[in-house]
């Protein structure tokens, strides 16, 4: 138990395991290194100290850039600071004697954060020996219950995140309750760099970016854009196994389409400026539903018809912060694996279980996740966020109650996020625990009531009369850069066969067996297999090497010997040499590991 001054001042016991404790540490020791800073460096400008999901930052204003060296003197004070093991204590102020006191210590950004504060908001301050904070809190009680820290890096920053505003240093750290824990997360800190998909996408050159062309705008080259055209067709083709008819819809629309769909209102600040063109003002759109409405709106429909499930790889368009885009994790052009499938009131329960059996089909048969890597999340409205979300009580209690009665109906355990839903409906997010220990969201399936009432869809009933569908939205792959950033990630670059850009590289020993080399190349691409011949002038070892590290599944050498007895010698990226094979064998293998996407 970790004892923790809460916001009121009050004392609380938290587990060591407790998630929040972990924010509290990282909280206080944002003070730690405050404190530290300001004992080597005392003419320096305090700007704020958060927690954040991967540790702790601060920002401070400095006379000149602090250096590595600089750096390790703050790591050490903070270290001393920890084993003086100081009482926190909290304390307020009114709002004239807080801004008093931060002006007579020369602390002009926390003068401004009070001026800022609203009216008759308690002011509160937390000490640690000779050292004041503003802050809120909460805090664990003394600097010595923290045993291991690390700063882990240090970079510029604008005060406020606005580039009008005065430039500052942060430093970024963590710390933890036990020294085992931060050899830990240093451990996972290092795997995180070596799978980083933007480091392994330029060493496979699998894309690249360019300033020319723009932040956010990555270009595959062809091993990634292989890649990822056998992802889209996988899932093309999984969906017109499932009666999915595909459309191409255009990446440009009119205004009004979005003023019509409620996105224009809820979504302008995500979308590219307008773009005005005679008597029109166009948009680049950031979604793909507003046109497969209107593609159902077409012509009359009946519910024999139904359901109609469309689907469309589409290129939709984000205006992401420069700031924070992302190799293809994050970025301003995306191509979206979307589907819209229109359905009776009666369709919805099998027709969302169909969705969610295919999400699990591709992920836990295809790709290999265990299914305790799952976590299923449903995600709710805020109710009283009425900016947020379509304003309809009525659709969204109906929504809401279906799609949790039909998880429990599938048995599938899950958990509740306010929030989190859509503008226009709820939705269920499937979450997986990636090889870094995070959970992301890619699959999803999100019910909406909303927009065929804003177009003003209809089907004609068995009673003949109009009657309005619902529509379920949903998402398998995500986009395909998005998911081809989780998939870099998750493999380490070292794609199983079926995906792999290459998956046989021919290693003849000299040129005496490149025309049997170029043999068997011909012989591999009529069956549909993706194959390179190595005919450099390099030797053996080298040649293998060098297909070892662009992590080809297979690699097969030819020699005199292979040449004689008609056969190849295969090595496998895993198993190392695993025997010489007649070609005809080795076709018939690798097929089938691409056949049961091994």
Known sequence: MIRTIQKDGSILDLEEKNEELKSIVWHTTSHILAQAVKRLFPNTQLGIGPAIESGFYYDFKVEKPLTEEDINKIEEEMKKIIKEDLPLARSTLSREEAIKLMKEKNEPYKVQLIEELPEGEEISFFKQGDFIDLCAGPHINRTGKIKAIKLLSTSSAYWKGNQENDSMQRIYGVSFLKATEL???????EEAKQRDHRKIGKELELFMTHELVGSGLPMYLPNGATIRRIL??????????LGYNHVYTPSLANVELYKTSGHWDHYKDDMFPVMKMENEEMVLRPMNCPHHMLIFKSKTRSYRDLPIRIGELANDFRYEDSGAVCGLERVRQMC????????RPDQIKEEVGKVLQLIKEVYQKDFGFAESSFKYRLSLRDKNNKQKYIDNDE??????TQLRAILKDMNIDFYEAEGEAAFYGPKIDIQIKTALNHDVTIPTCQLD???PERFDLNYIGEDNKEHRPVVIHRAILGSSDRFMSFLIEETKGAFPVWLAPTQVKILPIADAQNEYANEIVSQLRKNGIRVELDDSNEK???????AQLEKVPYMLVIGAKEIEEKVVAVRSRK?????KMSIEEFINKIKEDIENKQ
Do not use: S
């Not at 050899?183 to 800190?189: G, I, P, S, W, Y």
């Not at 053996?540 to 060098?546: A, F, L, M, T, V």
């Not at 198993?575 to 025997?579: K, L």
């Open 336 to 343: 979206q694996n979307d589907a819209h499938l229109f359905v």
């Open 183 to 189: 050899e830990e997360h240093l451990k996972l800190l």
């Open 395 to 400: 659709m969204w209690e109906t929504a809401e």
């Open 449 to 451: 009531f909303a927009l």
């Open 575 to 579: 198993a190392g040499d695993i025997g």
């Open 540 to 546: 053996i070892g080298y040649k293998i090497r060098k």
């Open 232 to 241: 889209e067709r996988y899932i093309q083709d999984k969906e017109i196994e």
